[in-house]
C-alpha cells in the first residue's frame, strides 16, 4: 500500500480543503446578521460613507428586490468626486447607463435604492 499522494493528489486534496473551508465561511455568515448601522464586525458604519448610505436609504448593489422588478429605481448612490453621495433621478438614469450599457459618464456607481 502506498502512502504518498504524489503531486495530482496535493492539488486535489488542496482544492478540496479550499472549497471546504469557503463552504464553512458561508454557513457562518448565513447565521449572523449585522446589527442595524454596524458592519458584520460589529463597528458602527462610517457616516457618509457608501456602506452608511446604502442602509440609510435602503439601497441595494446586487439584484434588485422583488418589489422593484420592472420598476426603474429613483434614486442611487454615487461618487462624482471623492465623496459619495445619495442623488435624484437625473444621475441615476446616468448611473443606470453606465452600469447597464457601458457608456462612461465619470460615475462610481455604489447601489440604486427606491
Known amino acids: 500500500m502506498r502512502a504518498f499522494l504524489g503531486r495530482k493528489g496535493f492539488l486535489a486534496l488542496g482544492i478540496w480543503a479550499m ?3 469557503a463552504i464553512a465561511v458561508a454557513l457562518v455568515q448565513l447565521g449572523s446578521a449585522p ?3 454596524s458592519t458584520r464586525s460589529g463597528r458602527p458604519l462610517a457616516p457618509g460613507s457608501p456602506a452608511a448610505l446604502i442602509e ?7 439584484e434588485a428586490p422583488r418589489d422593484m422588478t420592472g420598476r426603474m429605481p429613483g434614486h442611487a448612490i454615487v461618487a462624482t468626486g471623492p465623496a459619495p453621495r445619495y442623488v435624484d433621478a437625473h444621475l441615476t438614469g446616468k448611473a443606470l447607463d453606465q452600469v447597464f450599457a457601458g457608456r462612461d459618464h465619470g460615475l462610481v456607481v455604489y447601489a440604486f435604492c427606491r
Open 19 to 21: 472549497y471546504a473551508s
Open 35 to 37: 446589527e442595524e448601522g
Open 56 to 62: 440609510k436609504h435602503d439601497c441595494w448593489s446586487a
